[in-house]
């Protein structure tokens, strides 16, 4: 008998780069989402626009500060800390990955590497 994994990755049109199917790789926010944040992980090699720098380290803050109350909240099994705490880290990473998204659509129009990802 054969695997359900064997059957699909032999039937499924494969993207060979990636390994992945193609299915996976089509144009929906969270793939420009790690698209974008794959462009600022190589800003030192290829400068992104200035203004998205102060405001990916802002994000970046609003995340960092809601662990402290998560961790505290866990330890105390107080729920309000725990919830505030998550709400942080949730709402700074999910405006973080719409700001990636932004700088990917404004990266790939400037950059053929960059459109090719899409």
């Known amino acids: 008998m054969v ?3 064997l059957y699909y990755s032999d039937s499924l049109d494969l993207d060979k780069s990636a390994n992945l ?3 996976y790789l089509k144009n929906n926010w969270f793939s ?3 698209l974008g944040e794959r462009v600022c992980l190589n800003r030192q090699n290829i400068e992104i626009p200035k203004h998205h720098q102060p405001m990916i380290n802002i994000l970046n803050f609003i995340s960092f500060v809601g662990l402290p109350f998560c ?4 330890i105390q099994l107080n729920i ?4 505030s705490g998550v709400i942080l880290v949730i709402l700074g990473k999910m405006w973080f990955l719409d700001r990636m998204i932004w700088l990917y659509e404004e990266m ?3 950059n053929s590497e ?5």
């Open 3 to 5: 695997s359900n994994s």
């Open 21 to 23: 199917p193609k299915t």
């Open 32 to 34: 420009k989402a790690v």
């Open 71 to 74: 961790i505290w909240g866990l």
């Open 80 to 83: 309000w800390p725990t919830l």
């Open 108 to 110: 790939k129009d400037n």
């Open 114 to 118: 960059y459109r090719s990802w899409l």
